[in-house]
């Protein structure tokens, strides 16, 4: 999987780097079939936000969420993404 990560007013360090690299690797166990992950780290005012649009077999999954700490923000896109791909594993299962 390719992880293409961009910030938009954050300096981007190698610890918020490989802190999402390894986060991503919890969503390939679900899914083997992603193709690449585009992660957008944004700072506006006191809000951290952490956006992320990752390509699939089959679709494509977006998610993003806000929170004070930019780890936290990535923690709960994570979290969203985890879901969003379960759910369309299922589905691809299902019909099949």
């Given at each position: 999987m390719q992880i293409n990560i961009t910030g938009h007013h954050v300096e981007l360090t190698g610890a918020l780097d490989e802190y999402v690299r390894t986060k991503?690797?919890?969503l390939?166990?679900?899914?083997?079939?992603?193709?690449?992950?585009?992660?957008?780290?944004?700072v506006e005012k006191?809000?951290?936000?952490?956006?992320?649009?990752?390509?699939l077999a089959g679709g494509e999954v977006?998610?993003?969420h806000q929170?004070?700490?930019m780890y936290a923000a990535i923690d709960g896109m994570v979290d969203k993404l985890d879901r969003q791909i379960i759910k369309h594993k299922e589905k691809i299962k299902s019909h099949k």
């Open positions: 991503f690797d919890r390939e166990r679900h899914f083997d079939n992603i193709t690449n992950a585009q992660v957008t780290l944004s006191q809000r951290q936000t952490a956006e992320a649009n990752i390509h977006f998610a993003a929170h004070d700490d």
